[in-house]
């Protein structure tokens, strides 16, 4: 199908939904994904589970979907299940992805299934002509809130102390400040968490003083302190009243380490930058032992998946700190989490500037994320700039099967 006749065909459609007929989306012309790429940018980011890998998925309409994250070899596996579908059918392509092999997909293919499916949501903004947060349902927020993690701020030179740090974060328009609990040299320094700890209180109270009376900063743990550690270190800076203490314990206690910790400290914890998909999620945010869960895109497997966790957190009144991973990534979670009722803050850390590959991206302006009103996510591409890296174009069968109840629907492998 050619873009013209689809959107001729579309336009007729609209037409006579308005006329009383079913909804626009009810009778949306069929399409089908006829490839899928992924490219690395300029200096592409070596940590995996911050890939800021570029995903495209192709279909027979001419409307294309961008997406990031994920590895050549995760995305061709999962790339592949979606060769010859209709893009719009997210949710069950999804599914597919996710329970197609024999073993359930782990946090590295989570990531990838994940960037392929903002590029499927990107093409039901683009098919619907409407940003995603449209499709969702409307913006419930002016703008994300954000607080700097690495970005340069004007005014802020190496080595300044904290307290002036604090000062020109917030007045740089930002809501919060933040800063590690282990703001030392990184170059394979010693890390002595009692020693730490005996500073803590000091470097919070210029924190608390550089932000002012009813400023909001925020620590992070790094999960560099074991749970007595944590432990005390949350109790000591108690009365400087931080916004809340990022990542506390080691990742791979949360599920026994963070329950324990709820218990004994009252600040507000904020856990999961690393970790999880809404099972994991799902026990800590019941029970209250999390105040903010840190679940970000494409890892949790993409705008499906953090949609869902948003309702978990909206059932429990949960706020969500999304950590920073791709700039795409980032103006997709501008675009479901602004649709979120409960507390968001953004970690953020391109300070507005434009980036080679992506001539359109974020609407940043004084510490302020914003949405906008162009289709989809929001992004376009500056292909020059790109090498690619995959190309998809047959589906992926072997050793991957669907199974169905009797009304349709998938269950497991």
């Not at 940590?47 to 961008?66: H, P, Y």
């Amino acid at each position: 199908m050619k873009r013209r006749s689809f959107l001729k065909s579309l336009s007729a459609t609209m037409v006579a939904a308005a006329a009383g007929g079913l909804p626009a989306f009810a009778s949306l012309p069929k399409m089908k994904i006829t490839r899928v790429r992924a490219y690395t940018p300029p200096n592409p980011n070596p940590l995996f589970n911050q890939s800021d890998m570029v995903v495209t998925i192709e279909t027979d309409a001419g409307i294309m979907g961008i997406g990031e994250g994920g590895s050549k070899d995760l995305l061709e596996q999962s790339a592949g299940r979606l060769i010859g579908r209709d893009p719009q059918h997210i949710e069950q392509l999804w599914q597919d992805m996710n329970r197609a092999f024999f073993y359930p997909a782990g946090r590295e293919r989570t990531d990838a299934i994940g960037a392929l499916d903002l590029a499927l949501w990107d093409i039901k903004g683009k098919v619907q002509k409407q940003p995603i947060h449209e499709v969702l349902g409307g913006m419930v927020r002016n703008y994300c809130e954000c607080y700097n993690t690495a970005g340069i701020i004007p005014g802020i030179t190496q080595g300044m102390p904290i307290k002036e740090r604090a000062r020109a974060t917030m007045e740089a328009g930002y809501r919060a400040f933040r800063f590690g609990a282990m703001d030392l040299p990184r170059d394979n320094s010693v890390f002595n968490t009692r020693e730490r700890i005996n500073h803590l209180t000091e470097e919070c109270a210029a924190a608390r003083e550089g932000v002012g009376k009813d400023g909001d900063w925020v620590i992070d743990f790094h999960q560099r302190f074991d749970l007595p550690d944590a432990i005390r270190g949350c109790n000591e800076i108690e009365s400087l009243a931080p916004f809340f203490v990022e990542d506390p314990v080691r990742t791979e206690a949360f599920l026994q380490d963070l329950p324990i910790l709820r218990s004994k400290v009252n600040v507000p914890l904020a856990a999961g930058e690393e970790w999880g998909n809404r099972w994991d999620f799902n026990p800590l945010v019941e029970r209250h032992d999390i105040d903010f869960v840190r679940a970000t895109l494409p890892n949790v497997g993409g705008i499906t998946e953090m949609m869902k966790i948003a309702a978990i957190c909206e059932t429990h009144f949960i706020g969500i700190v999304p950590h920073f991973t791709g700039p795409i990534a980032t103006a997709a979670l501008v675009n479901c989490l602004g649709t979120y009722s409960g507390p968001v803050l953004m970690e953020y850390n391109y300070q507005g500037r434009t980036l080679p590959h992506l001539p359109v991206c974020l609407d940043f302006k004084n510490g302020k994320l914003y949405p906008n009103d162009r289709p989809g996510i929001g992004v376009e591409l500056d292909f020059k700039q790109l090498k690619q890296v995959a190309e998809i174009t047959e589906p992926v069968t072997a050793r991957a099967q669907t199974y169905f109840r009797p009304d349709g629907s998938i269950t497991n492998w």
